[in-house]
């Protein structure tokens, strides 16, 4: 039998991306253009767009800028807002389908989802250093699955400390609920807001530790979208705004059964116990019949997250699954890789194996270097269902399970088991 390999051997005329490829600056023209298109883009938004801007008076490149992501729509945001200063951005090589020359073309920085690259710090430091112009990290590496923060490496405080620029952080507001991760292709008329604030100063920057810059930045990138509607008295009237929330809501807090929640038009339902939830105009739950048991949606989300930490502690947490494969070597095309095995463990993290030209394959991310899971409900680019990615620094490998509605379980999973991994090594020795 034939040595397993833990790549996919290509035919040689399979194109692949060089994610570390330096950045190219950024042509004034292409800025100009991002502007204009940002600009006109914005203002047909139902509901409108506005933004405040604080402690940004007189601040000039180079500097850090953070945003939280919940929609294509913060890009554009993010243009219109940093004009006339030109800005490279960190994009997924998911980002540069079809159009590589392009994202070059306007300085962006590629690498794969959830990957260490070191050709990343070298890219981060020409912009700053050589370029002097704005990096963009959208440090979530996600849209935002249920509203609220997710986790924030602390990676970003130290590329910040090394090079001692101002800290700036767009907070964006109405995106989510505009458009959920669950739900994004039908759009919600809800007003967006935003403020761009610069947070720390390259003085303060130089006086602080890396810790304390971190600090600073989950400080300044909370947000609860839900909280933010009802302050706001945001109502979202149309019949199919509960579409898809089962995606995220995926175990009944009646029954306590995974996977067998569903939704349809205002109401979020379980078919096993028949249990169903209205979801308001204003963002809040509210049972049918008996309990509410979360009314606040992202409680409900933070529930489930701490029943896969219980199981990670019991040590009967455990997926296998057969799943469809495809990988993106390059940026121009998806290779179907036919079927394959997955199982995610409490010891080894996830390993997916299969075979491609008669050759096996055996591809594993470890709990350690895996510190979320990159999943995509609905996945516009291959087939439009749930899927997850597991990637490597020269391939990602984009699986499609079988079993049905799994994936929101599977980030929260690699989230913990990372989380349980860092604080052990956190401990101090006896």
């Known amino acids: 039998m034939n040595d397993v390999k833990d790549y996919i051997d290509y035919p040689e005329n399979v194109k692949k991306y060089d994610t570390g490829k330096l950045p190219i600056r950024q042509k004034f023209f292409f800025t100009s253009i991002l502007y204009l298109a940002s600009t006109i883009a914005v203002s047909t938004i139902r509901g409108g767009s506005k933004m405040k801007k604080i402690n940004m008076e007189g601040l000039k490149p180079p500097y850090v800028l953070l945003s939280n992501h919940m929609q294509f729509v913060d890009f554009l945001i993010k243009y219109k807002a940093t004009f006339p200063h030109r800005v490279h951005t960190i994009a997924t090589l998911e980002g540069y389908y079809h159009k590589p020359w392009a994202m070059e073309q306007i300085g962006s920085i590629c690498k794969r989802k959830y990957t260490t690259d070191i050709g990343l710090v070298r890219s981060c430091n020409k912009v700053l ?31 910040v400390k090394r090079n001692k620029v101002p800290l700036v952080v767009i907070l964006h507001h109405g995106n989510y609920l505009r458009a959920p991760f669950w739900d994004f292709r039908r759009k919600r008329k809800v007003p967006l807001y935003a403020t761009m604030k610069q947070v720390l100063t390259a003085e ?42 089962h995606k995220v809501l995926y175990q009944c807090p009646h029954c306590m059964t995974e996977s067998k929640m569903n939704s349809k038009g205002i109401h979020l339902f379980c078919e096993e116990c028949g249990k169903k939830w209205e979801l308001t105009e204003l963002g809040e739950l509210k049972a049918l019949e008996g309990e509410t048991e979360f009314s ?18 019991n040590g009967t947490y455990r997926f296998e ?6 990988t993106l070597p ?36 470890t709990p350690q270097s895996l510190y979320s899971l990159h ?32 994936i929101t379980k599977l980030c929260f999973a690699t989230e913990e088991l990372h989380k349980i991994v860092m604080e052990k090594k956190k401990r101090p020795k006896k």
């Open 330 to 365: 390059g940026a121009w095309k998806y290779y179907y890789m036919g079927d394959a095995k997955v199982r995610h463990t409490i010891e080894e993290g996830f390993v997916l194996e299969g075979t491609h030209n008669g050759e096996p394959y055996r591809i594993q991310r």
């Open 129 to 159: 250093r050589e370029f002097k112009d704005v990096l963009c990290i959208y440090p979530e590496a996600r849209y935002s699955p249920i509203g609220t923060t997710s986790i924030i490496p602390e990676v970003i405080s130290q590329l």
């Open 321 to 326: 699954d057969d799943v469809r494969v495809y």
């Open 375 to 406: 999943v995509e409900y609905d996945y516009c680019h291959i087939e439009p269902i749930d899927c997850f990615d597991i990637s490597t620094l020269n391939d990602s490998f984009f699986c499609y399970p079988s079993k049905e509605n799994v």
């Open 296 to 313: 606040h949606v992202p409680d409900w989300f933070e529930w489930e997250r701490a029943n896969v930490r219980k199981e990670i502690e």
């Open 204 to 245: 303060q920057v130089e006086q602080m530790t890396s810790q304390e810059i971190h600090e600073v930045i989950l400080k300044e990138m909370q947000y609860d979208e839900y909280t933010w509607q009802k302050e706001n008295n945001i109502r979202i009237t149309e019949n199919f705004r509960a579409e898809g929330l």
